[in-house]
């Protein structure tokens, strides 16, 4: 089937789609355009401190009476609209060194108060305060604080009006009380955490936030319809924060660590120090930076086969890379755009020491937000003094104006990779230099129910003729395809270019019905993977989805959602290579319980990238099923499980598998987390290897039969005796076995009939050919203990083991791959690691 044919169906289904959006906005966006919510615009005023105030939850303190109380607060969850079952206010104070917030939270059973104990920034089903506070008064940004009845903090940056960056730490302090009538919660959030204008008279954004855990209540002081797809553009308002100056922001977190190997016997001790820090630059930027970073208290990734020829992703972890990141991110895909983007953090020293790192980033006066990020890693050698990676410099700069009062952005991106690789026998392998950069256009219209989203990057890397053609020839593109007319390997190039297009517009807000559309488009010669992540290149793709939701509780249901999605994908040659559809659904009882499932079914005429650089092979249709839910989340002992199952019929390929997951709240302060998984996956169309014709020498591409079971379980636990003091236990136990069996040589890509395109093979016939049965064994665990000693300062106890066992007769037998993980003796790692925060 050809592109152009199922582009027009797919093109005529967009065009109708578009009359309908252009029809529906013309005669909505009149009544739709004040951006209010229900009831007026919320706004409270500041009073200045007069007094002391001490921050240990009971807001007795006269000061506090200086301050107008505000109430009025508007029920979100579970019946929107509805005046709340449980009344909250609040008073604001300041002085020139911090902002002071006070909540009473009313409740007419305080037995039923949850304050479940945890370290700081874990979710839990407590009772909860949320205080929000836009001070660059944006309508896109807000600093978000939370406490719960047991004093435990939690932070969280929003960007983008409503995506979040839960690894934002800022240093401040909250403490609460529970008492007869309910409990109170009160904050001091130091100036110097928050970024705002040098006005004589200050006006930020502000939201209070309540969540009733036993009754699940959740409460806004400014109204935040379900409806709206907003979330800081519907802030009210704080006046009256007059004459405080932006203070002077320097802060030092200087580390020293130490620690032990233990690996066959032979012990290592170790030890190191460095220095992270953060200065601020005039009102708005900041510059954060570190020096030789130590990230030994971090988690391991968890573990995985991967038996395609993508690179894996795995997210980051490092908390350098994670705190204020959100500036840089500039996605490839649709929304946030799932894992391939211009910026992929672990691309900076994942195997090598990192001299030095720094980022820069905030707001102008006029708009404009800005982030620049630089980093330095070292050359690295093994043990056979060969040059595994070269002197590095990675840096990025990121920029973005924020228009029409928060519902237009304007942005771009660019990043730079520059290697000195003379010398280290690289130069065949890795590019000297490597560019990537992006534009990007985000608008909301018609009372903020619709959207349009349109980026456009490109890149270009240069390097060694060894190199460039490694890129050519890399699972990205496959140009050396031998059926492939738009593309062909050059061996002389020294550089590659190539651009990309992702669009995508819809309705995005609304009480029922949900659509949008969109596409994405690369170039052959597209490549971001010096410092993104990108597993495709030389594509196309164009989707619809539709949505009907109710989020109005009835009789049975609190609320139900059902999608659906349709799309079609193929090459810039151009060639259809498939399209597909799916539909599922989701609901809530009014207990509290989650189901959720859903049916997909693909037809794929051309899978191009299967022989890995071999021709195109004839698609095979394929169908799958999911389901899944989960018990009421409020509950001391909850669970969720989910199971999927697939096949593709024609060769006889088939997967299933399910996870679950059972949490246990043992104590106010004990949870127990136990996620138990298994999968099987039978394939015979499994790729094994490229080997030479006997007679003709010409490329034969070999698949086979492949069975692979796979099971893990992930195991944490929480303790904790303060909020300032807890620790932490990880475990995954992790056995995947695949066996091949039906070796077959591809003879006839392109027939009609699935046998005609095989012939079988015997790897005995074959020189140089191994058998690829696997049997992988692997644990990584680790134990930390977190005390807080001083808001910012912390101290780490860790010690993190690992086992890895692996064989290669590919039969499973659980008795027997837990056995062979147990004899493996492994490696364990003692650790302690002091940090001290000040602020000069």
């Given at each position: 089937m050809s592109w152009s044919k199922s582009s027009g169906i797919i093109g005529v289904l967009c065009g109708l789609s578009i009359v309908v959006l252009s029809t529906f906005v013309g005669t909505t966006a009149a009544a739709t355009s004040d951006n209010s919510s229900p009831g007026s615009v919320r706004s409270t005023s500041a009073a200045r401190r007069v007094g002391t105030i001490t921050i240990d939850g009971r807001l007795d303190e006269a000061a506090w009476k200086a301050a107008p109380s505000a109430s009025g607060f508007w029920q979100r969850y579970p019946r929107e609209g509805d005046p709340p079952n449980h009344e909250t206010e609040f008073r604001v104070l300041y002085d020139n060194e911090a902002v002071y917030i006070g909540v009473f939270c009313h409740e007419s059973e305080p037995g039923k108060i949850r304050r479940t104990l945890t370290r700081r920034d874990e979710e839990s089903p407590s009772d909860w305060i949320e205080v929000g506070i836009d001070s660059y008064r944006d309508k896109r940004t807000a600093f978000m604080f939370a406490v719960n009845p047991a004093g435990v903090q939690r932070d969280t940056l929003v960007f983008n009006d409503t995506e979040k960056d839960d690894s934002w730490d800022a240093v401040w302090t909250a403490s609460a009380d529970v008492n007869k009538i309910g409990w109170t919660a009160e904050f001091r959030i130091p100036l110097s955490q928050l970024r705002f204008s040098p006005a004589s008279e200050q006006q930020w954004g502000f939201q209070v936030i309540r969540n009733v855990a036993h009754s699940n209540e959740y409460t806004v002081w400014s109204p935040w319809p379900k409806s709206k797809p907003q979330m800081v553009s519907l802030f009210g308002s704080v006046k009256g924060i007059k004459d405080i100056n932006p203070p002077r922001r320097m802060e030092v977190l200087p580390y020293v660590v130490s620690g032990v190997t233990m690996s066959d016997g032979d012990e290592t001790m170790d030890g190191n120090a460095g220095l992270d820090f953060e200065y601020g630059l005039g009102n708005n930027f900041t510059l954060s930076g570190t020096i030789n970073p130590d990230f030994g208290q971090v988690e391991a990734d968890p573990s995985q086969v991967n038996l395609s020829a993508d690179e894996s992703y795995f997210a980051e972890k490092r908390p350098f890379f994670l705190e204020g990141i959100d500036i840089f991110k500039f996605s490839l895909g649709q929304g946030d755009g799932g894992n391939e983007q211009l910026f992929y953090s672990r691309r900076i020293g994942l195997e090598a020491t990192i001299y030095g790192a720094a980022k820069l980033s905030g707001k102008t006066a006029s708009g404009w937000s800005i982030g620049v990020l630089d980093a330095v890693t070292a050359e690295e050698s093994d043990e056979e003094n060969q040059v595994i990676e070269p002197l590095t410099n990675y840096g990025l700069l990121r920029v973005k104006k924020d228009l029409n009062g928060g519902r237009t952005t304007i942005g771009g991106v660019v990043t730079a990779v520059n290697r000195d690789l003379d010398g280290t026998g690289l130069e065949s392998e890795l590019h000297d230099r490597a560019y990537a950069g992006g534009l990007q256009l985000n608008h909301r219209f018609a009372g903020d129910r619709y959207d349009l989203n349109l980026r456009l990057v490109g890149s270009y890397v240069h390097g060694s003729a060894e190199a460039i053609t490694l890129t050519q020839e890399s699972s990205q593109r496959y140009f050396q395809r031998e059926d492939a007319d738009h593309v062909e390997v050059d061996p002389d190039r020294t550089s590659l270019k190539g651009a990309g297009l992702v669009w995508s517009t819809g309705k995005s807000g609304g009480e029922h019905w949900r659509f949008a559309m969109g596409g994405n488009i690369r170039s052959p010669g597209l490549e971001i993977n010096?410092?993104?992540?990108?597993?495709?290149?030389?594509?196309?793709?164009?989707?619809?989805?539709?949505?009907?939701?109710?989020?109005?509780?009835?009789?049975?249901?609190?609320?139900?959602?059902?999608?659906?999605?349709?799309?079609?994908?193929?090459?810039?040659?151009?060639?259809?290579?498939?399209?597909?559809?799916?539909?599922?659904?989701?609901?809530?009882?009014?207990?509290?319980?989650?189901?959720?499932?859903?049916?997909?079914?693909?037809?794929?005429?051309?899978?191009?990238?299967?022989?890995?650089?071999?021709?195109?092979?004839?698609?095979?249709?394929?169908m799958s099923f999911w389901l899944g839910g989960a018990s009421d989340s409020r509950r001391s002992l909850r669970g969720r499980m989910g199971m999927d199952f697939g096949g593709r019929p024609e060769s006889g390929t088939w997967w299933t598998g399910a996870s679950a997951e059972l949490i246990v709240q043992a104590r106010s302060n004990l949870d127990i987390r136990i996620g138990p998984r298994i999968s099987r996956y039978v394939s015979n169309e499994q790729y094994v290897d490229e080997t030479p014709d006997a007679e003709s020498g010409a490329p034969r591409y070999i698949l086979a039969r492949m069975e692979q079971t796979t099971v893990g379980v992930t195991l944490r636990m929480n303790y904790t005796f303060m909020p300032t003091l807890s620790v932490q236990l990880y475990a995954q136990p992790f056995i995947s076995t695949g066996a091949y069996r039906n070796y077959k040589a591809v003879t006839n890509p392109r027939a009609n009939r699935y046998d005609d395109r095989f012939e079988m093979f015997d790897p005995a016939q074959a020189t140089d050919f191994e058998l690829p049965d696997f049997n992988f064994r692997q644990l990584n665990s680790n134990l930390v203990l977190r005390w807080e000693y001083l808001p910012g300062s912390a101290l780490f106890l860790v010690w993190s083991h690992g086992r890895l066992n692996e064989d290669t007769h590919g039969r499973f037998e659980l008795g027997n791959e837990l056995d062979a993980l147990t004899d493996e003796p492994g490696e364990h790692v003692f650790l302690l690691k002091l940090n001290y925060w000040y602020a000069l």
């Open positions: 010096d410092l993104g992540f990108q597993n495709t290149a030389d594509n196309m793709e164009q989707w619809l989805w539709g949505q009907y939701r109710d989020d109005d509780p009835g009789e049975y249901l609190q609320n139900y959602g059902v999608n659906l999605n349709a799309w079609m994908f193929g090459n810039t040659s151009p060639e259809l290579a498939g399209i597909g559809g799916n539909m599922n659904g989701h609901l809530t009882l009014r207990n509290y319980w989650d189901a959720w499932a859903g049916f997909s079914a693909n037809k794929r005429y051309w899978n191009h990238k299967i022989l890995r650089g071999g021709p195109a092979l004839r698609g095979l249709d394929s």
